[in-house]
C-alpha cells in the first residue's frame, strides 16, 4: 500500500514566520488531504486538493500537489502560537473506495 | 461536515479485558472508519464499518480482535478485545458523507486508552 512522508519531522518556528511541510506518496491517488492534530486528540480537516489540481488556498493556508512527483507541500503563513500542532497528509488508495493512508506526520512548534 | 462524538473520551483498563468505544454522528453518513494511533506515531487503518453487514478489516486487524458494530447509519462500536499493554492507543473514528471519489473524510475527538 502506499504511503505518505512527511518531512520534516519537526519543525520549530517563531511567530509570524512561515512554515512548509513536504509530504511525498509512492502510488497514483485521486486526492490528497490534509489534517491538525492537537495534543493527540481527534483530527481536524485542513484542506482537501484533487489529483487534477496543482494548488489550492484557505485562509492562511496554501497546499500545493506536484503528481509528476507524488508531492504535495503544505504552506501555513504569518504563523500563531495556536499552529502548534501535528500535520498529517492522507492519501486515497486511487480506487472507489475512500479509506485513507496516512503519513507519519510534521510537528509544528511555533513560538510567541 | 458532520460533528461526531465518541464515548468514552478515555480509559485506564486491565490487561485480559476489552473496552467497547461508541461514535455517534449528527447525520447519516454513508461509510465509516475506524483508526488507531499508537503512541508517537501516525494513523492506522483498522477497518470499515459498513451499514448492515460485517466490517472490511485491513491486513493484520482480525474480527476476533477488533469486533465492530454498525446498527445504522449514525453509530457505530468497535470493541478491543483482550486487551494487552500494546493495545494502548488513540482510537478514532471517521466518516465520509457520502461515496463519490475524493470525499472528505472527518473525525472524531479519539477515545485514549491506556491498558496497565
Known amino acids: 500500500s502506499q504511503q505518505g512522508e512527511e518531512d520534516p519531522q519537526a519543525l520549530s518556528i517563531q511567530e509570524g514566520e512561515n512554515a512548509t511541510m513536504n509530504c511525498s506518496y509512492k502510488?497514483?491517488?485521486?486526492?490528497l488531504q490534509w489534517y491538525r492534530q492537537n495534543s493527540g486528540r481527534g483530527l481536524v480537516h485542513l484542506i482537501l486538493?484533487?489529483?487534477?489540481?496543482r494548488e489550492k488556498h484557505s485562509g492562511r493556508l496554501r497546499v500545493t500537489l506536484d503528481t509528476s512527483k507524488k508531492s504535495s507541500s503544505l504552506l501555513i503563513t504569518a504563523s500563531r502560537a495556536a499552529d502548534t500542532a501535528s500535520y498529517f497528509c492522507a492519501t486515497d488508495g486511487g480506487s472507489g473506495y475512500s479509506t485513507l493512508t496516512f503519513g507519519k506526520g510534521t510537528m509544528l512548534l511555533v513560538s510567541p | 461536515s458532520a460533528v461526531i462524538s465518541q464515548k468514552p473520551s478515555r480509559d485506564i483498563c486491565q490487561r485480559g479485558t476489552s473496552l467497547t468505544i461508541q461514535c455517534q454522528v449528527d447525520s447519516q453518513v454513508t461509510m465509516m472508519f475506524w483508526y488507531r494511533q499508537q503512541p508517537g506515531q501516525s494513523l492506522t487503518l483498522i477497518a470499515t464499518a459498513n451499514q448492515g453487514s460485517e466490517a472490511t478489516y485491513e491486513s493484520g486487524f482480525v474480527i476476533d480482535k477488533f469486533p465492530i458494530s454498525r446498527p445504522n447509519l449514525t453509530f457505530s462500536t468497535l470493541t478491543v478485545s483482550n486487551m494487552s499493554p500494546e493495545d494502548s492507543s488513540i482510537y478514532l473514528c471517521?466518516?465520509?458523507?457520502?461515496?463519490?471519489?475524493?470525499?472528505?473524510?472527518?473525525f472524531g475527538p479519539g477515545t485514549r486508552l491506556l491498558v496497565l
Open positions: 502510488t497514483s491517488i485521486n486526492n
Open positions: 486538493i484533487r489529483s487534477n489540481e
Open positions: 471517521s466518516v465520509t458523507m457520502g461515496l463519490a471519489l475524493g470525499e472528505t473524510q472527518y
